[in-house]
């Protein structure tokens, strides 16, 4: 079992382009839930996926937004990017409220 | 609205020491609280999950409690090593409705341990 996989690794972008970062969930998840992490800081919620709809959001603008696919993969797209827009971008799966995270994005908006 | 603050933000010990993380949470109505560590950079690994009707889980050398009364978990780490040089998050799951659970991180405690 691959864990939580997401893609790419590390990501430079500059200011105004749009990107978008991949999660594959854990086998057998069907839950998907995002979240940006600044520097020094804990992880803030951006919103969750099942069932290929957005299920819960947290206080992030519509430049922030998501797909599931039927394989409960998932994406996170950011358009118009902004320099406060650089952090760690965490995705996780879920099976009976337990968390598992993967290693992350590395987002850098120059 | 659910919040969590972990004390102290940062701790730096030396090696074999026991020592204690604490995590505080403002609404009692949770339904599990789940401690994770992040190396930097890195993402994040579970160590304990306590469910709303648990007192505490053991892994090896920690344990974590949960008072709901009090608002507060504990995480204990027994004989501290280098290796658990870490940073440690305390995250809440909770009923903001009915049906409708939300999760919240608190903002972690950097934690060094000195060989």
């Known amino acids: 079992d691959a864990g939580v996989t997401q893609s790419p690794t590390h990501l430079i972008k500059t200011r105004g382009q749009q990107v978008t970062l991949r999660c594959s969930p854990k086998?057998?998840?069907?839950?998907v839930s995002w979240y940006q992490q600044a520097l020094g800081q804990g992880p803030q919620f951006i919103f969750q996926?099942?069932?290929?709809?957005?299920?819960q959001r947290g206080n992030f603008p519509d430049r922030f937004s998501g797909h599931q696919f039927p394989n409960y993969s998932s994406e996170l797209n950011v358009n118009a990017l902004l320099l406060g827009d650089s952090a760690l971008y965490l995705c996780?799966?879920?099976?009976?409220?337990?968390?598992?995270f993967g290693a992350g994005t590395r987002l850098s908006v120059l | 609205k659910q919040e969590v603050t972990q004390i102290p933000a940062a701790l730096s010990v030396p090696e074999g020491e026991n020592l204690v993380l604490n995590c505080s949470f403002t609404?009692?109505?949770?339904?599990?609280l789940q401690w994770f560590r992040q190396d930097p950079g890195k993402g994040l690994t579970s160590l304990l999950l306590?469910?709303?009707?648990?007192r505490e889980q053991t892994s090896g050398r920690l344990n974590a409690s949960l008072d709901k009364s009090s608002g507060r978990s504990t995480l204990y780490i027994a004989a501290s090593q280098p290796g658990d040089s870490a940073t440690y998050l305390c995250?809440?799951?909770?009923?903001?409705?009915?049906?409708?659970?939300?999760?919240?991180f608190g903002s972690g405690t950097r934690l060094q341990v000195q060989p």
């Open positions: 996780a799966s879920s099976f009976k409220n337990i968390q598992y």
């Open positions: 086998s057998g998840h069907d839950t």
């Open positions: 996926y099942y069932e290929e709809e957005e299920r």
């Open positions: 609404d009692s109505a949770i339904y599990n």
């Open positions: 306590i469910q709303s009707s648990q």
């Open positions: 995250v809440l799951r909770y009923w903001v409705d009915t049906g409708r659970r939300a999760l919240t």
